[in-house]
């Protein structure tokens, strides 16, 4: 089965956000693995351009009820009627989480994501210093600089 990978970041999301997200879809469509992201703009967006534009499959889990109002870049498109509570759905769908910069749905997908005990890679992300030592899942956040330490962190090379 393939990986399932999930990209957190804001929905409005500058150049220094976007870019990278676009980066690292790229990245994670050329390992073979599915993008899973909440499907609308900012950096949800920008990573789903990235890995279609790779020939990747990406599945947005979209807030509302209109699978017409996810962005144009998704391959599958999921209208859950969930609002924010679409975030749980995400982390318990995905096997790793990268996040890029962030908002508060974003933290709030990497504390679920490490209570879950899924890998999270931060790039551009919350610096969590206060962060426990050790999640329930035994993960703590890793920081990475780039896109391909992002991806390599939740994708290890075999």
Do not use: Y
Request: glycine residues 16%; hydrophobic residues 45%; aromatic residues 2%.
């Amino acid at each position: 089965m393939r990986p399932c990978i999930a990209v957190a970041g804001p929905g409005q999301a500058s150049a220094e956000e976007a870019e990278p997200a676009r980066q690292v879809g790229v990245l994670l469509a050329r390992r073979g693995a599915v993008v899973v992201c909440g499907g609308l703009g900012g950096v949800m967006e920008a990573c789903a351009q990235g890995a279609r534009a790779a020939g990747g499959t990406v599945v947005g889990l979209l807030p509302g009820h209109d699978r017409d109002a996810g962005n144009p870049h998704l391959s599958i498109a999921v209208a859950t009627g969930l609002g924010e509570l679409r975030n749980g759905v995400l982390v318990n769908t995905c096997d790793a989480l990268i996040a890029v910069g962030g908002g508060w749905g974003t933290l709030s997908e990497i504390a679920l994501a490490l209570r879950a005990g899924k890998t999270v890679a931060l790039l551009g992300s919350w610096a969590l210093a206060q962060a426990p030592s050790a999640t329930a899942g035994g993960h703590r956040p890793i920081r990475v600089a780039t896109p391909e330490e992002a991806v390599e962190t939740v994708l290890p090379s075999r």
